[in-house]
Each structure stands twice: as structure tokens, then as C-alpha cells.
């Protein structure tokens, strides 16, 4: 599918069946997001640019590569969204957080924002949008306008589960914006959840209803 990446490797996919077992425990579905989070955002930074620095090992100099340019922007939909954040800065300690507070109207399904927080310079950033769930597309697109309000020119959008309906919503609105996901499932029920899906994930995240 064009703009998507589909994450298949092995781990991500056994550990992706894992939480979608109805009866996995609260702390077993948070551990195993974060442990799937590291290996989606080793998929979604394959490409950072890098530069050729001097350093000394034990035993010669050397020229090395290191990251190049500033440092990444980590931008979680709260409240799901957390789930992934601490895993992916184990892997990349350095980034900077933006957080995006919305919230699904439950009549109209349109995300309400009450909470944004952003670094002042993400312009000149590459910013990653994190949320579990691409269902209806709305808090993605609501997240992604916020942050280009804010000035952010390079985004890419990482989820654990997609929608077609959502991925479709999401390429229309915001194009030059790429989607990184472990799973396209069939569509969405007449609540617009992912089926089949795996529940609402901040609830099984957290032990809420």
C-alpha cells in the first residue's frame, strides 16, 4: 500500500497475537507494547541520517557514524499513545517529547484537543506521531494539523494496529506523511473499532473500562 509500512518481522507479529488474546493481563498487554514499541521504532528511524565522526577505541582511531541534524521528537495521542513512548526512549534516549491531549467526542467520533505541548523548534525536527490504534483516522489528523500549526515539516505517523479506512482518511489529509504499522485489519464495526483488532488499547493498558 502506498505511504505504509507494513512491520512483519517475526517478533513484532507473535508479540502483536499476544495482545490480542482477550485474556492477556493488564501488566502482560503494557509489557508487551513496550517490548513490540522498541521494535516498531527501530522500523520507523531505518533511515535517519547519519555522519562520519573521529573517535578512539581501546585499540585504533577511527571515523564512526553517528546520528546527523537535531535530535528526534517523540509525539504521543494521550492517552495511548504513553504506551509506546518509554520503549522508544529506551532506543533513543535523546529525543524530545511533544504531547497531544484529545479525546473521541463518543456522539460525533471528531477529536476534541484539550492538551498540546511541543517543543518550540519542531520545524526543524523530524517529529513521529505515536498512537496504537489507526481506526477513524480523526485523532491522527487532528494531531498531525496541530503539529504543523506549530511549524512541523517532517512527520511520520507509527501504530500498532491500521484500519484501511483509517490509512485511507489519513494519505488523504496528510500525504507527505508516512505510516508505519504491524497490522492492516479487516475495518471498522459500527462503533468504529478495529476489527478484528484487540480492544481499546488504553483501557487494557491501563485496567479501565
Request: net charge negative; with cysteine; glycine share 6%.
Amino acid at each position: 500500500m502506498d505511504g505504509v509500512t507494513l512491520v512483519d518481522h517475526p517478533l513484532v507479529q507473535h508479540k502483536l497475537t499476544l495482545m490480542r488474546d482477550k485474556t492477556r493481563s493488564t501488566k502482560g498487554f503494557r509489557q508487551l507494547l513496550h517490548e513490540i514499541g522498541i521494535l516498531l521504532c527501530y522500523e520507523v528511524t531505518r533511515d535517519l541520517p547519519t555522519e562520519l565522526v573521529d573517535i578512539e577505541t581501546p585499540l585504533a582511531t577511527m571515523r564512526s557514524p553517528m546520528l546527523a541534524g537535531k535530535k528526534l521528537v517523540f509525539a504521543p495521542i494521550l492517552r495511548a499513545g504513553v504506551g509506546f513512548l518509554d520503549a522508544m526512549l529506551d532506543l533513543v534516549p535523546s529525543a524530545r517529547v511533544a504531547h497531544i491531549g484529545l479525546y473521541r467526542d463518543p456522539d460525533t467520533l471528531e477529536a476534541v484537543e484539550y492538551y498540546f505541548k511541543a517543543p518550540t523548534d519542531v520545524a526543524d525536527r523530524l517529529v513521529v506521531v505515536i498512537d496504537p490504534m489507526l481506526a477513524t483516522a480523526n485523532s491522527a489528523i487532528a494531531a498531525i494539523d496541530l503539529l504543523k500549526q506549530r511549524g512541523a515539516r517532517d512527520l511520520r505517523f507509527l501504530c500498532l494496529l491500521a484500519a484501511p479506512e483509517g490509512i485511507d482518511r489519513l494519505r488523504k489529509a496528510h500525504p507527505e506523511v508516512r505510516i508505519w504499522t504491524a497490522a492492516i485489519d479487516e475495518g471498522l464495526n459500527d462503533h468504529s473499532y478495529i476489527v478484528p483488532g484487540l480492544g481499546d488499547a488504553g483501557d487494557r493498558m491501563y485496567g479501565t473500562r
